[in-house]
C-alpha cells in the first residue's frame, strides 16, 4: 500500500505551562481523501494542523507530510510537501500586491521565472481573481482575500493541502468556486485536511469526519455517522448538517442527499397512507 500523504503516529503535543492538548494521537490521510477535521473550540483543530505541515513540533511521538519527518525536515522541504491555509487569511499574506503574493513560495522554492508566471496565472485564473492581480490584497473584501490564500496554495502545488475553516469568509458564489475547486482536486488525487464549524459544507464536501476531543481522534467515519454522534452534538449543539438533523427528527435514515431524502420520505408517507386505509381512516 502506498505511503499516507500525512501520518500522526502517538502524537502528543502541550503548549508550554499547560496540560498536554494532544495525546498518542494516530491518523492518517492518503492521496486522493478530503478529510474534515470537527470538535470544540479549543479541542486542538488548529494546532494539530500546524503539526501537520511542521509549523510546530510535537512533543512526542511522530508526523510525517508527505513522507518527510516534520522535526527532522528542512522547511524548504515542507514546502514542497505541505501547505496550509491559516484561520485568518489576514496572518498569511505578506506581499504588496496580489500577484506577488501568488508568487511567493513557487519564486522561493526556486522555480524558473517562466514556471513562476505560469502556476500564477493558473492560481489567479482557477480563484477568479486574474483581475485583481495589481491589486494590495488588504484592498479585497474578506472572501477574496481568503481565496487568494487558496491562490497561494494552488500555486504552490503540494500534495498535501491544510485548510483551517476555507469557508469562512465566503458568499455563496465564491462559497460554490471553492467546492468546485474542492471537487476536482479530490479527483486529481491531492491529499485535503481541513476544519469547519459548517457541517453542511462537510456533509456535502468530506466522505471522511474525524472529530477531534480530549486530546485524540474520538470518532473517523463517514459524515451521517460522526456529524450525529451526540458526543459531537455535545461539543457544538445544534451544528448537525440540516438535512441528516431533519431525517433524525421524523425517524428516517440519516442522508445527506437530497434525492435519497426525497425517496425515503415518499416511501413513508405511501405506508403512512395505505396504514392509515387499512385502519379505515379518512
Ligand atoms: N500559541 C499558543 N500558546 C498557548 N496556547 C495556545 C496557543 N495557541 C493555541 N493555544 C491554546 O491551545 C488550545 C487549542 O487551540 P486551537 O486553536 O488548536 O483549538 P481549535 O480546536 O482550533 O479551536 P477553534 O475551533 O476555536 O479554532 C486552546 O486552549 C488555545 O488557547
Given at each position: 500500500?502506498?505511503?499516507?500523504?500525512?501520518?500522526?503516529?502517538?502524537?502528543?503535543?502541550?503548549?508550554?505551562?499547560?496540560?498536554?492538548?494532544?495525546?498518542?494521537?494516530?491518523?492518517?490521510?492518503?492521496?486522493?481523501?478530503?478529510?474534515?477535521?470537527?470538535?470544540a473550540?479549543?479541542?486542538?483543530?488548529?494546532?494539530?494542523?500546524?503539526l501537520?505541515?511542521?509549523?510546530?513540533?510535537?512533543?512526542?511521538?511522530?508526523?510525517?507530510?508527505?513522507?518527510?519527518?516534520?522535526?527532522?525536515?528542512?522547511?524548504?522541504?515542507?514546502?514542497?510537501?505541505?501547505?496550509?491555509?491559516?484561520?485568518?487569511?489576514?496572518?498569511?499574506?505578506?506581499?504588496?500586491?496580489?500577484?506577488?503574493?501568488?508568487?511567493?513560495?513557487?519564486?522561493?522554492g526556486?522555480?524558473?521565472?517562466?514556471?513562476?508566471?505560469?502556476?500564477?496565472?493558473?492560481?489567479l485564473?482557477?480563484?477568479?481573481?486574474a483581475?485583481?492581480?495589481?491589486?494590495?490584497?488588504?484592498?479585497?473584501?474578506?472572501?477574496?482575500?481568503?481565496?487568494?490564500?487558496?491562490?497561494?496554495?494552488?500555486?504552490?502545488?503540494?500534495?498535501?493541502?491544510?485548510?483551517?475553516?476555507?469557508?469562512?469568509?465566503?458568499?455563496?458564489?465564491?462559497?460554490a468556486?471553492?467546492?468546485?475547486?474542492?471537487?476536482?482536486?479530490?479527483?486529481?488525487?491531492?491529499?485535503?485536511?481541513?476544519?469547519?464549524?459548517?457541517?453542511?459544507?462537510?456533509?456535502?464536501?468530506?466522505?471522511?469526519?474525524?472529530?477531534?476531543?480530549?486530546?485524540?481522534?474520538?470518532?473517523?467515519?463517514?459524515?451521517?455517522?460522526?456529524?450525529?454522534?451526540?458526543?459531537?452534538?455535545?461539543?457544538?449543539?445544534?451544528?448537525?448538517?440540516?438535512?441528516?438533523?431533519?431525517?433524525?427528527?421524523?425517524?428516517?435514515?440519516?442522508?445527506?442527499?437530497?434525492?435519497?431524502?426525497?425517496?425515503?420520505?415518499?416511501?413513508?408517507?405511501?405506508?403512512?397512507?395505505?396504514?392509515?386505509?387499512?385502519?379505515?381512516?379518512?
Amino acid at each position: 500500500m502506498a505511503e499516507p500523504v500525512l501520518s500522526f503516529e502517538q502524537v502528543g503535543y502541550g503548549w508550554d505551562g499547560a496540560p498536554p492538548l494532544l495525546a498518542s494521537l494516530s491518523l492518517t490521510v492518503a492521496a486522493g481523501e478530503c478529510v474534515a477535521l470537527v470538535g470544540a473550540n479549543g479541542a486542538g483543530k488548529s494546532t494539530l494542523l500546524r503539526l501537520a505541515c511542521g509549523l510546530l513540533a510535537p512533543s512526542d511521538g511522530r508526523v510525517s507530510a508527505g513522507g518527510l519527518d516534520t522535526r527532522l525536515a528542512r522547511p524548504s522541504a515542507l514546502a514542497r510537501v505541505a501547505g496550509m491555509m491559516f484561520q485568518e487569511a489576514e496572518r498569511q499574506l505578506c506581499c504588496g500586491r496580489v500577484r506577488d503574493e501568488v508568487a511567493f513560495a513557487p519564486r522561493l522554492g526556486g522555480l524558473s521565472a517562466t514556471e513562476v508566471k505560469r502556476r500564477t496565472a493558473r492560481a489567479l485564473e482557477a480563484t477568479a481573481l486574474a483581475s485583481h492581480a495589481d491589486a494590495h490584497p488588504f484592498d479585497l473584501n474578506a472572501g477574496e482575500r481568503r481565496l487568494l490564500t487558496l491562490a497561494a496554495l494552488i500555486a504552490q502545488d503540494v500534495p498535501l493541502m491544510l485548510l483551517d475553516e476555507p469557508t469562512r469568509d465566503f458568499d455563496a458564489v465564491q462559497l460554490a468556486l471553492f467546492e468546485a475547486w474542492l471537487a476536482r482536486e479530490k479527483s486529481a488525487g491531492r491529499a485535503i485536511l481541513l476544519i469547519s464549524h459548517d457541517y453542511d459544507f462537510v456533509a456535502r464536501n468530506c466522505p471522511r469526519v474525524l472529530h477531534l476531543a480530549g486530546g485524540g481522534v474520538i470518532a473517523d467515519g463517514p459524515p451521517e455517522q460522526v456529524l450525529h454522534d451526540p458526543a459531537l452534538q455535545g461539543d457544538s449543539p445544534g451544528a448537525a448538517p440540516t438535512l441528516p438533523a431533519l431525517c433524525r427528527a421524523i425517524g428516517l435514515p440519516p442522508t445527506t442527499d437530497a434525492a435519497c431524502f426525497d425517496a425515503a420520505w415518499r416511501v413513508a408517507c405511501e405506508r403512512r397512507a395505505a396504514l392509515s386505509k387499512s385502519r379505515g381512516e379518512a
